[in-house]
């Protein structure tokens, strides 16, 4: 069993950042990002292979977002840079022992982000 747990959403203003952090109580073959905005359906945002600390991000945030991780600390970070308001949305942490990069089993409880015009 992976429990997840999110931190440090908030509200900011567009194009200030914010770093996101989830920690997992065991290590996973890779943790991810999705979020979900009002009225919408949840969004791939990214993951990260835990092993080689390789990323991939959607294009919808390329550029603006940087997954990393620290091992020693079982923790997973989103920078989130240049925010706008359409980024709005809850941040959920997710994981898997396998590539269940867009269909993951675990899942954190979510974290908000909100952006202001």
């Known amino acids: 069993q992976v429990q997840l747990v999110e931190s440090g959403g908030g509200l900011v203003q567009a194009g200030d950042s914010l770093r996101l952090s989830c920690t997992a109580n065991n290590p996973t073959y890779f943790m991810g990002w999705f979020r979900q905005a009002p009225g919408k359906e949840r969004e791939f945002v990214g993951r990260i292979l835990w092993s080689t600390g390789s990323p991939n991000h959607a294009d919808s945030v390329k550029g603006r977002f940087t997954i990393s991780r620290d091992r020693a600390k079982n923790t997973m970070y989103l920078q989130m840079n240049s925010l706008k308001p359409e980024d709005t949305a809850v941040y959920f942490c997710?994981?898997?022992?396998?590539?269940?990069?867009?269909?993951?089993?675990?899942w954190g409880r979510g974290t908000q982000v909100t952006v202001s015009s």
């Open positions: 997710t994981a898997d022992f396998s590539a269940n990069f867009f269909n993951p089993r675990y």
